[in-house]
């Protein structure tokens, strides 16, 4: 937007992630960055107002005029209103954060406002936990964990951010970030094994070129059948739960790829979905010859592309084996199913029709999105992180989770994102559909010791 503009429309794709917006799904992704020691709440503010909000967008609201929407700048913009501190009730531990992260999950934004906020929570273990919240129409995940890594820095002696941060043009990341683009673009190849789209967005581009491939690709979206029931499907209440793993090494998580002959990807989308089946089980739910859909997001932005907000990504349907036994057997069986859809042009038709829905009258979207929900019963996505530990107002960063706003009103979100050689499972649920999200959490854990008993007692080095 050039300096002299107040306002400009939301791209069609953006609206259509607003309009998603309802009391019992919110479009917002929640994320959490812990630290082990107490942060300076002045150099917190300080890095907001000189590096968060270098992006104009982040001092804009959202202004609904008819059928259109537009970003427009907000006249009573004040940082105050957007980044707080607040205590964490006792005992001050993850059970009392997740308590605290489930109720802001639950909570609407305020669209009077900016649609973003962030909450430094004191006592945590010793520590303190930031807490953001970011509505979907400002951009995808890509490009917020790119926007949270301009926040950072490579050592906790760097300079305090100053004015001349806010000097840099806006489509740009900060300075130095050059290496951290590079972590990026690394951590995308080596967490996206399995969909090489996410690297090759032009790969993708090309096949969808083919009128014929787009044809099938759209019809099978169309004609695909609806999910089977299950615990995770159902009317939604408004309360959310969220739980997140302790963090996997990922040395060990490529150990036992390189033991079974799959990849990364495989193995943790394995680990997964032997969680949700140990959990249906748990549920008394017949799973045999169980199958559910995954809505995966696919990038694509070109690997090369300088920071940019909005929503650059597509949808294709994993179809999940629960109902296979061996750990595996699941793992092989997800390796073909991945192959299967991963030359696919799924992605750009769905991104195409989210671009349709983004300007449909609303009652032609609720179609679209209930049409869409009915399709899937889970959204699963995997965002790479850097991998060496950063630093935020002098402080180095523990643990990063995140979860993502589960569209087309499901139930069920799995995110997936891997920071400082390890790996970190995030799942928010509909508390009145699946309460308990931790047991998701320790199946997880359970499955994955379970893959690596397959590791040989002295595996090769690390790739």
Known sequence: MLPNMRFEPLAPVDQAWLRMEDPTNLMMVTGILIFDQPLDFDRLRATFEHRLLRFRRFRQRVVTVGNTARWEDDPNFTLSAHLRRIALPAPHDQAALQ?????????????????????????????????GRLHHCIADGIALIRVLLAMTDESPDAPWPSATDSHEPEHRARSPLATVNATVRSAEKLLADGFDLLGEPGKLAEVARTGAGSATALSRLVLMSPDPHTAFKGPLGVAKRAAWSQPVPLDAVKAIGRAVGGTVNDVLLAAVTGALRRYLQGRGQNVDGLDIRAAVPVNLRPPDEPLTLG????????????????????????????????????????????????????????????????????????????????????????????????????????????YAGNVTLGIATDSGLAPDPDEIITAFHEEFNTLLKLVPSKPDSAD
């Open 99 to 131: 308590e605290l992260v489930s109720d802001m999950m639950s909570t609407p934004i305020d669209f009077t406002k900016s649609p973003w906020q962030y909450h430094l929570i004191e006592n945590y273990n010793g520590g303190c936990v930031l807490l």
């Open 311 to 418: 929503n650059r990504f597509g949808l294709v349907f994993l179809s999940l084996p629960i109902g296979v036994d061996d750990p595996l057997d699941r793992l092989f069986d997800l390796k073909e199913r991945m192959e299967a859809i991963k030359h696919s042009p799924e992605a750009i038709v769905a991104f195409g029709i989210l671009m349709g829905l983004g300007v449909a009258p609303s009652a032609l979207q609720d179609m679209g999105v209930s049409i869409f929900g009915s399709k899937a019963t889970a959204v699963m996505t995997n965002v790479p992180g850097p991998r060496e530990m950063l630093y935020m107002a002098g402080a180095p960063i523990n643990q990063i989770m995140f979860w993502v706003p589960q569209s087309g009103r499901l139930g069920l979100g799995v995110s997936i994102l891997s």
